[in-house]
């Protein structure tokens, strides 16, 4: 059974920065994080491979945030860089499989599993 639990959100002032965790069981996958505001899709925000080379990023956080994981595949990270209101989110951590590649990977509809997700508010 795989299970995927974040953690590190909450609330921080423009210009902070903040690191969200999603440890990772039952297996080794693909992993990204999406974010989601109320009424919205989920909105891709990075993706790393299995291996841990390879990483991806929306435009709105190129250049700010970091996507990484663990030596033993076991957590996944987010770190983030001077954030803004905009960033305000409930962050999910997913995880997939053989559908993930280049051209899938920025899409939630080609992850299987997904976390219950953290709340980070930016606000002053």
């Known amino acids: 059974q795989v299970q995927l639990v974040e953690s590190g959100g909450g609330l921080v002032r423009p210009g902070d920065s903040l690191r969200l965790s999603c440890t990772v069981s039952?297996?080794?996958?693909?992993m990204a994080w999406f974010r989601q505001t109320p009424g919205e899709e989920r909105t891709f925000v990075a993706a790393?491979?299995?291996?841990?080379?390879?990483?991806s990023y929306g435009d709105s956080v190129k250049g700010r945030f970091t996507i990484s994981r663990d030596s033993a595949k076991t957590t996944v990270y987010l770190q983030m860089n001077r954030l803004e209101p905009e960033d305000t989110a409930v962050y999910l951590c997913?995880?997939?499989?053989?559908?993930?590649?280049?051209?899938?990977?920025?899409?939630?509809?080609?992850?299987?599993?997904w976390g219950q997700g953290t709340q980070v508010t930016v606000s002053s």
């Open positions: 997913a995880a997939g499989g053989e559908r993930i590649n280049i051209l899938t990977l920025a899409s939630a509809s080609s992850y299987d599993f």
């Open positions: 039952g297996g080794t996958y693909n």
């Open positions: 790393i491979d299995i291996i841990g080379i390879r990483t």
